[in-house]
């Protein structure tokens, strides 16, 4: 008989660090007709205001094979994965027509930094099949 231990260590799952940048957007628009009929076109410009949040999470997990009776280590293995999220939001400043449609899609991005419990599953599910697959071939005689 065999004793599975199991144990999640140095797990760290850091603040967001934010990174700013700016981009300039312009479009052509057009802003009426002369006398002739033909369109007469004036370029809008904008400036992007853009966040950058990014962290890496990382955890290893301690995968310790024993034989109950004489206490002899079968196996000790380490895994180790990481979890990297990013995410962009924007403001703006100027004429709103000079913006993309990528560019209101970082405007309106409202999301949040995923909590702890969420990054601890994407680890868990990360490090699973890894730890699973040793324990398969420890017991594979």
Same mark, same amino acid.
């Given at each position: 008989d065999w004793v599975v231990d199991l %144990?999640?260590? %140095?797990?760290? +799952? #850091? $603040? #967001? +660090?934010? %990174? *700013? $940048?700016?981009? %300039?957007? *312009?479009a052509r628009v057009q802003i009426g007709t002369d006398t002739a009929?033909? #369109?007469v076109y004036n370029t809008v410009y904008a400036t992007l205001n853009i966040s950058r949040l990014s962290f890496t999470a990382s955890a290893d997990m301690e995968l310790n094979i024993k034989e109950v009776k004489t206490k002899k280590n079968i196996r000790y293995r380490t895994f180790r994965e990481d979890y990297r999220w990013q995410q962009e939001r924007a403001t703006y400043n100027g004429d709103s027509r000079a913006l993309s449609a990528a560019d209101w899609q970082l405007i309106n991005n409202n999301d949040n930094a995923p909590r702890k419990e969420d990054v601890l599953n994407e680890l868990y599910r990360k490090l699973y099949p890894s730890v699973l697959n040793n324990i398969r071939n420890a017991a594979d005689w």
């Amino acid at each position: 008989d065999w004793v599975v231990d199991l %144990n999640l260590r %140095n797990m760290d +799952i #850091p $603040y #967001p +660090i934010t %990174n *700013s $940048y700016t981009k %300039n957007a *312009s479009a052509r628009v057009q802003i009426g007709t002369d006398t002739a009929g033909r #369109p007469v076109y004036n370029t809008v410009y904008a400036t992007l205001n853009i966040s950058r949040l990014s962290f890496t999470a990382s955890a290893d997990m301690e995968l310790n094979i024993k034989e109950v009776k004489t206490k002899k280590n079968i196996r000790y293995r380490t895994f180790r994965e990481d979890y990297r999220w990013q995410q962009e939001r924007a403001t703006y400043n100027g004429d709103s027509r000079a913006l993309s449609a990528a560019d209101w899609q970082l405007i309106n991005n409202n999301d949040n930094a995923p909590r702890k419990e969420d990054v601890l599953n994407e680890l868990y599910r990360k490090l699973y099949p890894s730890v699973l697959n040793n324990i398969r071939n420890a017991a594979d005689w």
